[in-house]
C-alpha cells in the first residue's frame, strides 16, 4: 500500500441550497481508497454516503456546491471540466446504483445498454464487436444464456439478474475503481449474497478497487478490507474491517455492530440506535452524535470532536479512550460472514 | 402485432358508419334549401324547374330513403354528386387532397418537431431564461387563433417585408409541376425542378407554420413536463455515470422515455390539424378540402360536406391506429395482441 492512492478525498464538502437555507449534506469527508482495495462505507440513511460518492464521481446535481479535493490517481477531478470527467467517467471509474430495476433504461435492450459503455470510451469499436463484447460481459457476471439475454429489456430480467447487468455495464473497461451504492439493499436476501458473490469475484479477477457503500455491516463484514463509518456527512470512525469490529472506539460503530441481526433472529430493517439520524436542515452544534449517545456529556454539544487515531482506528470522539475495552457493556456479535446471509429462503 | 391491426382495420367500417349516419342526418337538419345551389335564382320560382332538379338530385325522396341510397352508393365507393360543382364528390376531394396533404404533413412536421424540439430545450434549461422563452413562444401558438396568426404573420412576412410569397401554392403565372402525387414541393422534386420546389417550399412555409405552431403548444409542454420527470429517473443517472455525454443522455436516453406518453398527444393533435386546416386554407388561399369544406358548406352541398367529414375521420382513425402501434413500437413492455 506504499504506492499512491487510486482515489483520495480532501476535505469534500457538498453543500445544498443558497444562503441561510443552505445545509452541509457532506461537511468535510477525507478517504482514500488503494489500488485493488475494498473499501466499505457504512451509516445510516441519510449520513451522506451517496452524495459523497457521486460529488467524486461529478455527479451531484447542479443545485450541489462542492468543495475541497477529490483527487483519482492524482488528478484533481473538483472543478474539472465535464469533457475531462465524461471521458474518466464509465472508464477508468464506474458507479452502479441501488435499484437495478430504475438503474436501467426500460426502453433500450439490455445488450445496448451495455455496448453503448463499450462505444463510448471506444469509439472505434463497431457495434458487432460491442455487442459481441457485451455477451462476454454478461457472461462474466454469471448470467445464463447471455447470447438471448442481450437482446432483451430490463422488465425481462430479474432483479438479481438485472444488478449483474448493472455490473457487467459497469466494469465493461476493465475500470480501476467501481463505486457500488447500496448493490443489495433492494434485492431479496439469497440474491443479496450472489451479488457480493459476483462483487467478489470481479475484484480478484479484474483487480478493481471497490467502494462498497451500504447501510449494513453485515454485508461489508466479509468483503471489505477497510471501513469508514459516516454519520451527518462526516466520517465518524474508519479502520482495517478487523478493527472497526473488534476494536471500535465511538460508540455509533458500537450501536450499529449491536444492531446486526443474530443468527436466529430474522430482522427486515436495522433499527441501530435509539432516536433518528439529525436532518441536513438541523444538525446540532459540537458532535452531531451527542442526542443519541449514551456517553454525551456537556463538552459534546460544543465542540466537535476530530478524527484521531486511538487504538487501531481512526475515531472522532471525545471519549474514545472510555471504549477501549470493546466487549465492554456493549455487546459486539461477530461472525465473519455476512450475518444476514445465515436468514436462508 | 399484424393480427392487433388488422382488427383495428376491420373495426374502422363500423366507425366510419357511425360518422356517415351522425353527419348524414346533422347535415340534414340545418335549415335552408340546398335546391339554391342547384338551381339558379332566376329559376327558383319556376316551379317546374324547381320540381325537376329537386327529383333529379333525390330531393323528392323521404330523408331515410335518401339515407338507405346514399350508404348503398358509399358501399359502392361513390360518395355521390356535388350540387355545386356537379361532380363526383369523390373526385373532388380526391382533385383536393394532396393540397391538404401537403399543408398538413408540412404542420405535422413543423409542430412536432418545433414542439418536442422546444419541449426538450426548456427542460433542459429548467427555469432558466431559455425556459421561460421557449414555453411563452409555444403558449402564443397555442393560444391564438390560427385565423388570427394567420392574417397577422402573413400581412408581416408577405405584404410588409416581403420575405415570402402570399396566398396560394404557386405564383400565379407558375404552371403547377406534373402530377404525379399532387404536393407540389414533392412533384417538383421527382421532376428535378429545383426553381419550382423553392416556390413551392416558400409557399408552404406561412400555412405549415401557422397550423404547426397551433399544436407546438401541446406538445412541447407536454415533453417538457415529461422530459423533467424523466430527467429525474436513475437511468439518467447510469447514463452520465457511463460518462455520455449531455446531448446523447438528452436525447437517446431521456427523450426516448419521454415521448412515450406524448405520443398518444401527437395523435390527437392531428385530429386538430384536420379542424386548423379548414381555417388555415381558407386565409392562404390554399386550394385543399379545407377550403373546399367551407365552400360546400356555403352552399348547403350536403353530399360534398358529408363526403368531407368521412374524410377527415377517416383521416383521423388512420392517425390514432398510427399512434397506438407506434406507441406499442415505443414502449417494450406493450405487446399488442
Ligand atoms: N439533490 C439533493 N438536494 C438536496 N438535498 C439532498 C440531495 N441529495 C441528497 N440530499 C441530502 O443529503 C443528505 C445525504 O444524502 P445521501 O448521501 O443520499 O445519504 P445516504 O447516506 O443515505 O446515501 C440527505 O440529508 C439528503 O436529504
Ligand atoms: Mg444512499
Not at chain 1, 22 to 35: E, I, K, M, Y
Not at chain 1, 289 to 304: K, V, Y
Not at chain 2, 276 to 303: M, Q
Amino acid at each position: 500500500m506504499s504506492q499512491q492512492p487510486l482515489l483520495e478525498i480532501a476535505g469534500l464538502k457538498v453543500t445544498f441550497g443558497r444562503g441561510a437555507a443552505s445545509a452541509d449534506a457532506v461537511a468535510g469527508v477525507d478517504l482514500t481508497v488503494a489500488p485493488g482495495e475494498v473499501l466499505g462505507i457504512v451509516g445510516e440513511s441519510g449520513s451522506g454516503k451517496s452524495v459523497t460518492m457521486l460529488a467524486a464521481m461529478g455527479l451531484t446535481p447542479k443545485s450541489a456546491r462542492i468543495g475541497g479535493s477529490v483527487r483519482f490517481r492524482g488528478q484533481e477531478l473538483v472543478g474539472m471540466p465535464q469533457k475531462g470527467l465524461r471521458a474518466i467517467r464509465g472508464a477508468r471509474m464506474a458507479m452502479i446504483f441501488q435499484d437495478p430495476l430504475t438503474s436501467l433504461n426500460p426502453v433500450l435492450t439490455i445488450g445496448a445498454q451495455v455496448a453503448e459503455a463499450l462505444r463510448l470510451h471506444n469509439p472505434g469499436l463497431s457495434r458487432k464487436a460491442a455487442m459481441a463484447r457485451a455477451v462476454e460481459l454478461l457472461a462474466l457476471v454469471s448470467i445464463p444464456e447471455p447470447e438471448r439475454r442481450v437482446r432483451q429489456y430490463p422488465h425481462e430480467f430479474s432483479g438479481g439478474m438485472r444488478q449483474r447487468a448493472m455490473i457487467a455495464m459497469a466494469v465493461a473497461n476493465s475500470p480501476d475503481l467501481l463505486i457500488a451504492d447500496e448493490p443489495t439493499t433492494a434485492l431479496d436476501v439469497t440474491v443479496q449474497a450472489q451479488i457480493m458473490e459476483v462483487l467478489k469475484e470481479l475484484r480478484e479477477r479484474l483487480g478493481i478497487g471497490l467502494v462498497l457503500i451500504t447501510h449494513d455491516l453485515g454485508v461489508v463484514a466479509g468483503a471489505a478490507d477497510r471501513i469508514a463509518v459516516m454519520y451527518g456527512g462526516r466520517v465518524v470512525e474508519q479502520g482495517k474491517v478487523d478493527d472497526v469490529f473488534y476494536r471500535s472506539r465511538h460508540p455509533y460503530t458500537r450501536g450499529l455492530l449491536a444492531s446486526i441481526p443474530k443468527l436466529d433472529v430474522r430482522q427486515e430493517r436495522l433499527q441501530p440506535i435509539e432516536g433518528a439520524p439529525p436532518s441536513l436542515t438541523s444538525r446540532p452544534s459540537g458532535c452531531p452524535f451527542h442526542p443519541r449517545c449514551p456517553l454525551a456529556e456537556a463538552r459534546c454539544s460544543s465542540e466537535e470532536p476530530l478524527l484521531r487515531q486511538v487504538g487501531a482506528v481512526e475515531t472522532r470522539c471525545h471519549f474514545a479512550e472510555r471504549l477501549d475495552d470493546p466487549e465492554g457493556g456493549i455487546v459486539v456479535p461477530f461472525d465473519k460472514a455476512p450475518a444476514r446471509k445465515a436468514v436462508g429462503p | 402485432m399484424q393480427q392487433y391491426i388488422l382488427r383495428r382495420l376491420l373495426m374502422m367500417p363500423l366507425l366510419l358508419l357511425g360518422v356517415v349516419t351522425v353527419a348524414f342526418f346533422l347535415s340534414h337538419v340545418t335549415k335552408g334549401d340546398p335546391l339554391s345551389s342547384v338551381v339558379s335564382e332566376r329559376q327558383m320560382n319556376n316551379k317546374v324547374v324547381v320540381e325537376a332538379a329537386r327529383k333529379r338530385w333525390g330531393l323528392d325522396r323521404s330523408l331515410p330513403d335518401q339515407y338507405r341510397i346514399y350508404l348503398g352508393n358509399l358501399v359502392t365507393g361513390d360518395l355521390g354528386t356535388s350540387f355545386r360543382t356537379k361532380r363526383g364528390v369523390g373526385e373532388d376531394i380526391a382533385d383536393r387532397l394532396p393540397a391538404t396533404l401537403e399543408l398538413v404533413v408540412a404542420a405535422m412536421i413543423v409542430g412536432t418537431g418545433c414542439g418536442i424540439g422546444l419541449g426538450v430545450l426548456a427542460a433542459h434549461k429548467r427555469n432558466e431564461a431559455a425556459d421561460h422563452g421557449a414555453r411563452f413562444f409555444a403558449l402564443i401558438g397555442s393560444s391564438i387563433p390560427v385565423f388570427w396568426s394567420g392574417l397577422i404573420l402573413l400581412y408581416l412576412f408577405s405584404v410588409q417585408l416581403g420575405w415570402l410569397p402570399g396566398a396560394g401554392r404557386l405564383d400565379a403565372r407558375t404552371a403547377a409541376p406534373p402530377f404525379v402525387t399532387g404536393m407540389f414541393t414533392v412533384d417538383a422534386l421527382i421532376a428535378g425542378d429545383l426553381q419550382t420546389f423553392l416556390q413551392a417550399l416558400g409557399h408552404l412555409i406561412l400555412p405549415a407554420f401557422v397550423l404547426g405552431w397551433a399544436v407546438m403548444g401541446i406538445i412541447s409542454r407536454l415533453v417538457r413536463a415529461s422530459m423533467l420527470d424523466v430527467l429525474n429517473q436513475d437511468y439518467v443517472l447510469t447514463a452520465r455515470a457511463k460518462g455520455a455525454a449531455e446531448l446523447r443522455v438528452l436525447l437517446h436516453h431521456a427523450l426516448r422515455n419521454a415521448l412515450i406518453p406524448t405520443l398518444t398527444i401527437i395523435g390527437y393533435s392531428f385530429a386538430y390539424l384536420i379542424t386548423g386546416a379548414v381555417l388555415t386554407e381558407a386565409i392562404f388561399s390554399w386550394p385543399g378540402i379545407g377550403s373546399y369544406a367551407v365552400e360546400s358548406a356555403r352552399a348547403l352541398d350536403y353530399p360534398a360536406i358529408v363526403g368531407v367529414t368521412i374524410i377527415g375521420a377517416l383521416a383521423f382513425l388512420l392517425a390514432n391506429l398510427v399512434t397506438d402501434v407506434a406507441y406499442a413500437l415505443a414502449n417494450p413492455k406493450i405487446k399488442l395482441g
